[in-house]
């Protein structure tokens, strides 16, 4: 006989798909802002002259998802002009309530001003999300009341969500290096990192800070990288600040630290009291900003012969002039570098991926009336220099194709490197908390000029050890080019690296390292697919249980299918697809036989108990049970959600997923009969009730009615002399959602208000 789901929405099941991408580089995004005010220019113009706060939109539409009362201002230095029509903006969507598109709050929109090709920002972002964490980056037509306003390029807002997305925390010092109400000719006040005394004064017009605290912090980087460098990989995630400088200087991006004005990244203070640069603001990139503060580039020529260490000896530079003063930085620094110059432009990829996004946006360019440049510049710009005002754009190809050839006939690019090969453990799988030996094949090293870099963990920083051929570290013979050396497998992944050097450069494995690593997999027990599975989720909670802390946050049910209890040991849960090792499970969980176990996903790791690192998107996402190995237990995609309601697997634990009233802790099968159709013989109403609830019946006789809460605790009872209609007092009942039995078999969900 069929099951029938009790509560009306509950019919729904997941009829739309997953929500576009906000940053699918291979989608054109949709925005379209209204304001009430036919002004709204000059409102947003008036904003930006003083006191550059948001005003409020009526609305503003993403890909067709609608948030009403959201915060829009215009943003940039360089690219806003009051007098034209095309400016740049910043949209906030949680300004006045608590709102946001796939997690995303913040939308920074560019209007392409300086570059005819409409591909310099996305691009470089793509290049540099290889080697470094960085913006997404990608197109968007946007609107305001009806009228396109143009192609915008829309990156990612380097926020506390970014950090914390790639960082693991947001409270930390925080700055946008950047000089108070933007750079300029006449200005001296510059983010160089130049160390101006202990007094924040000092430092406040070339920072800006992003979080509550961090100025002794900043003061304290300046002066550990102007006085003591030899300690400056305590408090500066150095490799980072390496590939930064190499991306920077390869791809003439001068509008940045290596440039005049010295600004355009942002640094966060890790958990390990290291500062990590993000960089920020590619739209003048490949040499359309030609002012080093030291050297004129005029032309496309010098552009592409401009020298790779480019203030090295310069003290107004002192990122650059310090760290490429040690001899080991200066070879890590060349390893970057050829690596950046081989993987995109010897090879030619980043050609082929600028014709690509050309061909993806050509059509919106040409419906583009607002741009800056003319429609026949936007095809030529890839290979022809443009020129106008002072902002000269060569041709992205022609550039690096010349500064390639250039860059491949200097000393420091024809050196003999290292070679690195047969990098690997001596055991596959190592048992946890054993040591494990590390062995690569290097040749053209110096003697005690090999290391392996490891760490248990992403968001600690890489120790390092000398690796040896000595015959003693499981590395074969001594003096047969094959070093190695030993980590403890204190976790139960490790991820490693190996770098070698010679007199003139360095040379990694994998050649991305450290953002790119090896990992290495202890042997530990793990759960069978299918034995564990996410069985119910709720997106948006905002009435139906609390946690024990008293808050309506996210939840995921899972549920025991087998007939022995589960260790979760070692096991993870997440969001994302490319990092499936988001969130662990704290040791000790076990779960009974045919049994639930209920996780918050509220990203609230300071309450005890069991909170995950992330939340779920009311639009719809997935989530994902693994090992750190790559094994996947259980992984569960869904659309659009409604507030308050279940996505549930009906047959509980099987079957497939559903939306309906929520069954918290407990099986799915809680608001389904199988008796016979309820609707037919029970009417209850109104519902949602605000005190009185009544319940009717012309076919069944009533005698017995119970009022539950979803965690199953019974909370009113009244029994009735086989009556046809029953009135329950509700008054004594919070706000929320419950269960209402009726003579111990026909369960209804209510709702009170």
Known sequence: ????????????????????????????????????????????????????????????????????????????NSTYNPNQTKNPFHIELDTYVNQDYQGYTDIKLSNVAKDPSFVREVLSYSILRQYMHA????????????????????????????????FNSNTNAFFKCNPIGGAGPGGNSFPNLAYLGTNAASYATSYEMNSLTGWDDLINLTNTLSNNVANIETILDVDRALWMLAFDNALVNLDSYLGTFKQN??????????????????????????????IALNTTTLKKQMTHLLHNSDAAWPLVQKLLGVPKYKRMYLAH????????????????????????VSSAVQSDVNKFYTFAQFQSNLTTDVTGGMDNAPGIVSLMNGRNTYLAGLADFTAVKPSISEVGPELAIPLLNTDAFIHATVTNTNTNAVYLGYRASIELPFTKVLMYDDGVHQDGAAGDNVYGAAMNMSNIYMQYYIYAENNNVGKFSPERAE???????????????????????????????????????????????????????????????????????????????????????????????????????????????????????????????TADMGYARIPNGTGNFVIQGPTFNANNEALSTSSQDWASRVKIYPNPASRNLTISSNLLNINLVSVYNLQGQRLLEQTAETQSSVELDLQSLAKGIYLVEINKSIKIKIIKN
């Open 515 to 641: 953002h790119e690593f090896y990992t290495l997999h202890a042997g530990y027990p793990t759960i069978n697919p299918g034995d564990l599975v996410i069985n119910e989720l709720m997106a948006q909670n905002t009435a139906t249980v609390t946690d024990p802390f008293g808050d309506y946050a996210d939840w995921i049910e899972l549920y025991n299918t087998t007939n022995t209890t589960l260790s979760l040991d070692n096991l993870f849960m997440s969001d994302s697809n490319t990092n499936l090792i988001k969130w662990r499970f704290p040791d000790g969980i076990t779960l009974a036989p045919h049994s639930y176990l209920i996780v918050w996903a509220d990203q609230d790791l300071t309450q005890e108990g069991i909170h995950a690192d992330f939340k779920l998107s009311l639009t719809g996402e997935s989530v994902y049970l693994s090992y750190a190995n790559g094994t996947m237990i259980e992984s569960v995609d869904y659309g659009i959600q």
């Open 337 to 360: 570098f050829s690596t950046i110059m081989n993987e995109n432009f010897a090879s030619g990829t980043f050609a082929t991926q600028a014709q690509s996004l050309q061909s993806l």
């Open 1 to 76: 006989m069929k099951k029938i789901v009790l509560f009306a929405l509950g019919l729904f099941f997941c009829l739309a798909g997953k929500a576009q991408s906000l940053y699918d580089e291979n989608t054109i995004q949709d925005i379209r802002i209204v304001f009430a005010e036919s002004n709204w220019d000059a409102l947003l113009d008036a904003q930006a002259a003083t006191t550059e706060d948001y005003i409020p939109a009526v609305s503003v539409t993403i890909n067709g998802t609608t948030f009403y009362n959201v915060g829009v201002k215009y943003k940039g």
């Open 135 to 166: 913006p997404l980056s990608n197109y968007a037509n946007v609107y305001v009341n009806g009228n396109l306003m143009g192609l915008y390029v829309s990156s990612e807002s380097i926020s506390k969500k970014f950090v914390d997305k790639h």
């Open 265 to 294: 990244y942002y640094l966060y203070k890790d958990n390990n009291g290291r500062f990590n640069p993000v960089v920020w603001d590619l739209n003048m990139s490949f040499g359309v900003f030609s002012q080093t503060g030291t």
